[in-house]
């Protein structure tokens, strides 16, 4: 367990709101390339609702269970560190210096 001060937790939920907003973004541009495809008769209505459905149940589902059912914020930014959701220079290096092997399991483990 690491220990975090009272402004380093609040820090890490800010953090986390914002790699949230980050992966909810990137799906949802998949999502509007469909919808796209649909306008420009590339698809039909009956695949786009399908490509909605799999939106919904699938990494809508997925992302709003890992960021709002969760209360693990540390693991969240490690996460997002790992993957290049955040820029490291947007967390303070005191919680990049508690989060180094978070971090790095996350990089061995996606």
Request: aromatic share 10%; hydrophobic share 35%.
């Amino acid at each position: 367990m690491i220990d975090f001060t009272k402004s380093e937790k609040q820090e890490l939920r800010n953090l986390a709101n914002e790699a949230y907003k980050v992966e909810l973004a990137r799906e949802l541009e998949i999502l509007r390339s469909a919808f796209t495809s649909w306008q420009n008769g590339k698809i039909g209505v009956f695949e786009l609702d399908e490509k909605i459905h799999e939106y919904h149940s699938g990494p809508h589902k997925q992302l709003y269970v890992y960021y709002q059912m969760k209360n693990q914020p540390e693991a969240m930014i490690a996460r997002a560190l790992a993957l290049g959701l955040i820029e490291s220079n947007c967390v303070p290096d005191g919680i990049k210096n508690k989060l180094e092997r978070l971090v790095g399991f996350f990089r061995e483990n996606g």
